[in-house]
């Protein structure tokens, strides 16, 4: 620990500013650097937080501080987190500490709903550089939205979809907002033909979302950052409102985030000599180290300019970890040590020094996920609860062979990620009446509700409503109201789009006198919403449509807890919320169940426990960043988050073999099987901090272990079949008389033999066979009372890409054993490819191309043919762009179209 003069050399901070009064309450249990940053005085601070290192609790503390100890007005606090769990537990702290008057009186939340409250009031002074205005009541448009309203444009622009795929330009449009830049001062920039047309888009979605009064995710904050710009009045109030102002998780910000907090930071110009940050504070909160997100144009180098940017700005580092044993801190400085771009620090453990990390390399990734869950079983057999535990993987694809295994053993998981309850058909009805009632400008959710329940309205009577609200100028709930007057609309149907005109702005009214939960008890009964899936569920015997009913009834449950937390409690806030919750906001901490998500999920999260699967070089690190410096370091940012996630335990896990969708010789997209590398990362790690695998030097293959070496159980492709292979044990699970459950095989790749493991809850258990030898892999799923072990013959892929079979035997009931990790031999080969393979290979196809011919692709916009290389199936061309330089393409994969 850095104390006295040491800590003023390291900060640059002097006696008097890192002064404070040891017996205020607010300093309690806080290390000297932690307390130096809550009493910090006026200016810029910058403070480094390692992973684990209690800067919630600084940040909490800080806020108080500043009310308690330093007199300030609460109303002045500005605090910005990036999800709303945090934004909402550092609300709970500061009410503990000041209490819920004086706490409810600070502004808190993430970027995206601080500006989406403030907008409420400002934006109706504001004209868009485009010249569009818009309505304090706006709607948030979510991607689903944001997406349907972007296929309309391309569409109208007639423009092909191929070429210039919706989604594509939806992500294209979203990073030009974060980086800021409006359509109108993009379109001054576009120079080439992709570009121009990319401008011509933004300027047509823009203005769609005027007409219907909406704004989409990544709006809020540009918008709101171009209101401070062009609207001097907005600015200077809240520049003098929000005086102390507090950014976590400040490595993640990108160019548009932080343009806006500057304004609202920086000090007027000095006067009469005094200093301009008096009575001013900025304090940032973060971590160059976990800087994961620049597919969403986080920028980490905004922290490192910082102290450039804001002079004179502090410099504290809060170095010492609370969540992780010292082993695990000392993967995870060993591995980030080797990132260039940092600010340097070294995590020190408050802890134990712990186990050491426990590293398996399995057969494959169906072996993989046995020994995971096989641990899982042993942790809680040892007192660990499910929810304990997560399982952490670089891509969504990894989990498809985890959620397999863990359903065959009846283990309960939750996926953060997955489909989201807002995001289910029935929510998003019931939300797209709610968005119509509070905005009824807002056209997609008019679209999407017009017809739910039907009212016998087709396509060609919704055109020519919409399109007479569009020539008209107003809504289509006014347009529904005068469909009497719009041309070849019959009288029966002109009635009933009127009537649904009314019931809308019935609801309107009601909006503004009753809460929330009412309103939506009115709707559903009104339009009888329930009583239609309730209909559903009896005519076809369909339970999703009774799941369905469940969500809705669950959704005025959201409402009626709304009411009760939120300080508004109004149809407006209650939209702004929904439509700004995340994955990890729908986390529920109090079911025992297994978590899965990525690791950019995983973020800001703690677990007693973390597997970390995959680690595979092409997979973690991911392929994108093998050929880019800057890409893998942020990979490495990526591996340092995901082990300072674990407090007690880490597993460390990677496949010899994988199978991954990829994409065939004749451009059809398929399963296949490829033998793997070990991730950079495990060589990185300081020889002796783990368990059961032992990397090799750079450059140089597996190497073959002793045979007394402890850890060595299985073979792999080229090993005698007497060594055995995959993930095997002689377990056996719970009471009674079990046959063999086995999964892994032989040493040799299609064949060998095989030890087996029993599972059984009790009573007599059968064995489910997964696999023999050939191209099948046949499956039996049987019900029974009884648990059903299964057995995975086979030393895992043969050689045509099948699982493979090979001999069996039981084994004695024992207590369950540690699994073993496996070896490969180093003279090995892969199994050569056989007559049978190469017949059913399919045969290659794609556009024959010549030197000259003109070409247009997706990315890189229209070229020339200048070089073809190789002959036949195996032809690839040299092509110069007029934009993206010369490109070596492979046909078979690269989207070129012929344009001459």
Known sequence: MVLGSELEMQTGSTPEQSEYRSDSELLKNLNPQQAEAVTAGWGPCLVIAGAGSGKTTVLTR????????????????????????????????????????????????????????????????????????????????????????????????????????????????????????????????????????LSEIFLAYQA???????????????????????????????????????????????????????????????????????????????????????????????????????????LIKLEENYRSTATILDVANSIISNNSERIDKVLRCNRDKGGKVQCFEAQDEIDEAYYIVEELKRLTARGRTLKDCVLLYRTNAQSRALEEVLVRNHIQYTIVGGTRFYERQEIKDVLGYLKLIYNPADGQSFNRVINVPRRGLGKTTLDRVNQYAIESGISPIQACLEAETIRDIAGKTGKSLKEFGEMVNRWHMLSKSIPVSQLLDTLLKETKYIDKLQEDANSSKDELALGRIENVRELIAVAQEFEKSADEPDLDSFLTRISLVS?????????????????????????????????????????????????????????????????????????????????????????????????????????GLLAGYYPPPAGERRQEIE???????????????????????????????????????????????????????????RPTNYGSSGNSRPTNYTSSGNSRPTNYGGGGYGSNNSYGGGAQRSGSSQPPAKPRAMRMDPNAQPPAKTQHSKENSAPVSFERLAVGDKVQHAKFGIGTVVQVIGDQDKELYNVEFDEAGRRLLDPRFAKLIKTT
């Open 62 to 197: 800080r806020i108080a501080y500043l009310i308690s100890e330093m007199n300030q007005e609460a109303e002045t606090i500005l605090a910005v987190t990036f999800t709303n769990k945090a934004a909402q537990e550092m609300k709970n702290r500061i009410e503990k500490i000041v209490g819920w008057q004086t706490a409810r009186k600070t502004v808190i939340g993430t970027f995206h709903s601080i500006c989406a409250r403030l907008l409420r009031y400002d934006i109706e002074e504001y004209t868009t550089p485009e010249g569009h205005k818009l309505k304090s009541n706006f709607v948030i448009y979510d991607e689903t939205d944001s997406l349907s309203l972007m296929k309309g444009v391309i569409s109208r622009l007639n423009l092909d979809e191929k070429v210039f795929v919706p989604r594509e330009m939806r992500y294209a449009i979203s990073a030009l907002k974060n980086d800021g830049f409006t359509a109108q001062l993009y379109a001054q920039e576009a120079k080439s033909y992709r570009e121009s047309r």
């Open 707 to 765: 045979q007394d070496d402890p850890f060595v159980q299985g073979g792999g492709w080229g090993q005698a079949p007497s060594r055995g292979g995959g993930y095997q044990n002689n377990n056996n699970y719970g009471g009674g008389n079990s046959r063999p459950n086995n999964y892994g095989g032989g040493g040799n790749y299609g064949g060998g033999n095989s030890r087996p493991t029993n599972y059984g809850s009790g009573g007599n258990s």
């Open 208 to 314: 769609d979302l005027a007409r219907n009064n909406a704004m989409d995710f990544d709006d809020l904050i540009l918008t709101f950052t171009q209101v401070l710009k062009t609207c001097p009045g907005v600015r200077n109030r809240h520049h003098y409102r929000f005086r102390h102002i507090l950014v976590d998780e400040f490595q993640d910000t990108n160019r548009a985030q932080f343009d806006l907090i500057r304004m609202l930071a920086e000090p007027a110009e000095e006067v009469l000599g005094q200093d301009p940050w008096t009575e001013r504070t900025l304090m940032v909160v973060g971590d160059v180290d976990q800087s994961i997100y620049s597919w969403r144009k986080a920028d980490y180098k905004i922290m490192l300019s910082f102290q450039n940017d804001f002079k004179p700005a502090r």
């Open 583 to 687: 994955d990890l906001d729908a986390v529920r901490e109090g079911e025992d169940s297994v978590t899965l998500m990525t690791l950019h999920a995983a973020k800001g999260l703690e677990f007693p426990v973390v597997f970390l699967s995959g680690l595979e070089e092409g997979l973690f690190p991911h392929m994108r960043s093998l050929d880019s410096e800057t890409a893998m370091e942020e990979e490495r940012r990526l591996m340092y988050v995901g082990v300072t996630r674990a407090e007690d335990s880490l597993y460390l896990t990677l496949a010899r073999k994988r199978m991954i969708l990829g994409r065939g010789p004749a451009g059809g997209s398929g399963f296949t099987s490829n033998y793997t590398v070990p991730s950079r990362f495990l060589r990185e790690i300081t020889p």
